[in-house]
């Protein structure tokens, strides 16, 4: 509903291995549920299905045998994090035994000695390295090159070409934020090895927190930003994706200006902290239920996710009126309590094997259907055009 007064081309049909394994649910039954609701609205301008966070040729082959259009690949586990940080002399080491003379010839020939100069209208920039750089990014990313370069001749010959999929790069889920060097670095390696990608994940700096607005210098996220996007527009002419992309509210002009609408936005959690709302307006005993289990599950949970939420800041629900629990939802430590809990909520089963909360909460949801509709249709509204992105 949202997306039909946009000029944005929406990938309705997103989970990842870890989300599918918190929900019980697989990527057919994702992109099914999509397309019943595409059904439902009558919606005829086009989506996608994103297989997000893969990691393995297992996880790809699910993804794509499921028929998705787009296939988001997470290199996390691929990336060398201890290169940027070990002594000069074990990076020595390490290059003479573990990269190919050679290949390392062909990576001083790219990088060393040259100066990258790129230029937009908010200004330019340049990128240089020395030898060290050199060393230290090939080491960083050595491995992830290598997977990328197999993954993506993998879908090349399981489906004929690979323009028939959109293939996504996730180096986000990092200790560190992701430098333009390191950036260029990688993508030019991409290009050398011809694997031609429509998207981008780095970890900017600042904290993308789930559910939460943006933490950290506008000014200096915005300067990195714009040096992000016209990497990819020199080096590949990819989108720029931004992970963790929901309520980030105070940044989202400077996305969309700088980037010139040429960006994916991948939202987090909204329908579900929208649904949750409704409860707490619809069902306020099902919410406090609710509630208080995700307390008692937060530890566990906030392993799995990217989160600083203080317990001793979120209000007391006792103390609480029936009126005043949807305000929750805007408090960012209870915000990010339920989002990160989801998992345990919908899957907790009594002795005799019955959900605790999730047919309660989707008969609420039909009760309330379209009450529900008009809150995520407002919220996810509020996002695009924060962005910038036009009226059809």
């Given at each position: 509903r949202a997306i039909k007064k946009f000029q944005a081309h929406p990938v309705l049909a997103q989970q990842s291995v870890r989300e599918n394994g918190q929900t019980g649910r697989n990527f057919i039954e994702v992109i099914q549920d999509a397309a019943w609701a595409v059904f439902q609205e009558?919606?005829?301008?086009?989506?996608?299905?994103?297989?997000?966070?893969?990691?393995?040729?297992?996880?790809?082959?699910?993804?794509?045998?499921?028929?998705?259009?787009?296939?988001?690949?997470?290199?996390?586990?691929?990336?060398?994090?201890?290169?940027?940080?070990?002594?000069?002399?074990?990076?020595?080491?390490?290059?003479?035994?573990?990269?190919?003379?050679?290949?390392?010839?062909?990576?001083?020939?790219?990088?060393?000695?040259?100066?990258?100069?790129?230029?937009?209208?908010?200004?330019?920039?340049?990128?240089?390295?020395?030898?060290?750089?050199?060393?230290?990014?090939?080491?960083?990313?050595?491995?992830?090159?290598d997977f990328t370069e197999e993954v993506y001749e993998w879908i090349r010959f399981r489906r004929g070409n690979q323009s028939s999929i959109d293939f996504e790069i996730s180096i986000d889920e990092t200790p560190f934020p992701t430098s333009p060097e390191n950036h260029f670095f990688f993508a030019l390696e991409l290009s050398h090895r011809g694997v031609h990608i429509q998207s981008l994940a780095p970890r900017f700096i600042g904290e993308f927190q789930k559910g939460i607005d943006y933490r950290g210098d506008r000014d200096d996220f915005r300067r990195q930003f714009y040096q992000h996007v016209l990497i990819a527009q020199d080096y590949g002419n990819y989108k720029i994706s931004i992970h963790s992309g929901s309520d980030k509210f105070s940044i989202f002009s400077d996305m969309g200006r700088l980037s010139k609408g040429f960006l994916h936005l991948k939202t987090a959690g909204t329908s579900w902290l929208e649904a949750l709302r409704l409860i707490a307006l619809g069902n306020p005993s099902l919410f406090r239920e609710m509630y208080s289990f995700a307390l008692s599950r937060f530890n566990e949970a906030s392993k799995l996710y990217h989160v600083k939420a203080d317990l001793n800041r979120i209000p007391n629900l006792e103390e609480l009126s029936d009126e005043e629990l949807p305000a929750l939802l805007n408090q960012e430590d209870s915000r990010q309590l339920l989002h990160i809990t989801y998992g345990y909520l919908l899957n907790e089963k009594d002795k005799a094997g019955k959900h605790l909360f999730k047919d309660k909460l989707t008969h609420t949801l039909m009760q309330y259907e379209e009450d529900y509709w008009s809150m995520l249709e407002t919220h996810i509204e509020k996002h695009l055009s924060s962005l910038g992105v036009k009226n059809r």
């Open positions: 009558n919606y005829q301008e086009g989506y996608g299905a994103d297989g997000d966070h893969l990691k393995s040729l297992h996880d790809i082959k699910g993804a794509l045998d499921a028929g998705v259009s787009m296939a988001t690949l997470d290199l996390s586990e691929k990336i060398n994090h201890e290169a940027l940080q070990e002594p000069k002399e074990l990076i020595e080491q390490k290059f003479k035994e573990e990269i190919d003379e050679g290949d390392s010839k062909v990576i001083f020939h790219l990088f060393l000695g040259k100066e990258f100069v790129f230029k937009g209208p908010d200004g330019q920039f340049s990128i240089q390295f020395d030898e060290e750089s050199v060393k230290r990014n090939t080491l960083l990313f050595c491995k992830a090159l």
